[in-house]
């Protein structure tokens, strides 16, 4: 795809890493990033022992109640087959290791479920990443949607990873949803908390990798792909630039259920998951993946190079893009409908 000139759109304001899946995040001063994403971000997720899949806080919401640090700065090797020890807190203010063989336990009392605590495994044992079948009742329990309401619209996913996803609880090689990179910016946040103004918004709530501050004084090239109240849609396609490292953003965020649920100094909400339904088609940030390796820090420029826009992608319901939805409304349609 042939890209254009390169644009100043804003700052990396916060970075995020999740040492488990479905855990407080950390706020960290900058980090690695590669082809998995994040270097040592979700190294280890819990695991239902009775369904024998990854689960998270869409189904087990006290996972967000739980915090999760590092025992020591995770070593550059640290990976999938090579996890390095997590201290996970509880609400009552105890600890317990990775190492610990009472983690398991711990965490089986504290959710009152069956579980175990996993490491991140190895690429080869893709046994491990697999999941139950997906089914139309699990997506919307998932994604926090009533009987009767229409699921979202698939088609901005790539088929191949669609079908990934529905095969596997979480992508081989990573514990996160779908993409390795999560990216929100603080005017879509904005954006959003202006439909509900009794609600909080907190960027905790979306569990970003990155935050990125969209300010005034970008390039006045970039006006275009930094006037939506959503600009991070307009990136996609295109490629974000850093000192140190380059970013693909591929498709909005299609939002869960999670944002919705209490955790530390956030109520439980459901406007939350109702405005984004209402007012920006369930979406808030954007997936992406890593194109050029290397570190991104607080305070690190964000540069856009766009790409550029074929006469065939822009008509909206025709060509490609229709035969496109077309197949995700049939895909969809074929995804078992399942008990609830």
């Not at 856009?304 to 049939?330: D, N």
């Amino acid at each position: 795809m042939v890209q254009v000139g390169r644009v100043r759109v804003g700052r990396i304001a916060e970075v995020w890493r999740y040492p488990v899946k479905s855990m407080a995040g950390e706020r960290v001063p900058g980090a690695e990033f590669g082809p998995l994403g994040m270097h040592a971000d979700r190294m280890w997720a819990v695991r239902d022992v009775e369904a024998d899949v990854t689960t998270s806080a869409k189904r087990l919401p006290g996972l967000l109640w739980c915090t999760a640090r590092f025992a020591a700065p995770p070593p550059p090797d640290a990976g999938p087959g090579n996890a390095p020890e997590v201290i996970i807190g509880f609400p009552d203010g105890t600890e317990v290791s990775s190492s610990d063989p009472g983690v398991h336990a711990a965490l089986s009392g504290y959710l009152d479920r069956d579980v175990q605590l996993r490491p991140l495994p190895p690429l080869t044992d893709k046994a491990q990443y697999r999941g139950n079948m997906t089914t139309q009742a699990g997506l919307r329990a998932a994604l926090g949607i009533d009987d009767g309401e229409p699921l979202p619209d698939l088609s901005m996913f790539p088929i191949k990873k669609l079908a990934e996803i529905t095969m596997y609880a979480t992508p081989v090689g990573s514990y996160a949803d779908a993409y390795p990179v999560h990216l929100v910016t603080d005017r879509s946040l904005r954006t959003i908390a202006a439909n509900a103004p009794d609600s909080d918004f907190d960027v905790r709530r979306f569990r970003p990798t990155l935050l990125v501050e969209v300010n005034a004084g970008v390039d006045p090239q970039a006006a275009e792909s930094t006037a939506s109240g959503y600009p991070e849609w307009e990136w996609c396609g295109g490629t974000l630039c850093t000192p140190g490292a380059r970013l693909l953003p591929q498709i909005p965020t299609i939002r869960c259920v999670m944002p919705s649920h209490e955790q530390p100094q956030l109520k439980r909400d459901r406007e939350v998951s109702r405005t984004l339904a209402a007012h920006s088609r369930r979406c808030l940030g954007v997936y992406g993946s890593v194109s050029q390796p290397g570190r991104i820090v607080e305070g690190d420029p964000l540069d856009l190079v766009p790409a550029e826009r074929s006469k065939l992608a822009t008509l909206t319901g025709t060509g490609v893009a229709r035969v496109k939805k077309a197949l995700m409304r049939v895909g969809t349609a074929a995804i078992p409908k399942g008990d609830r």
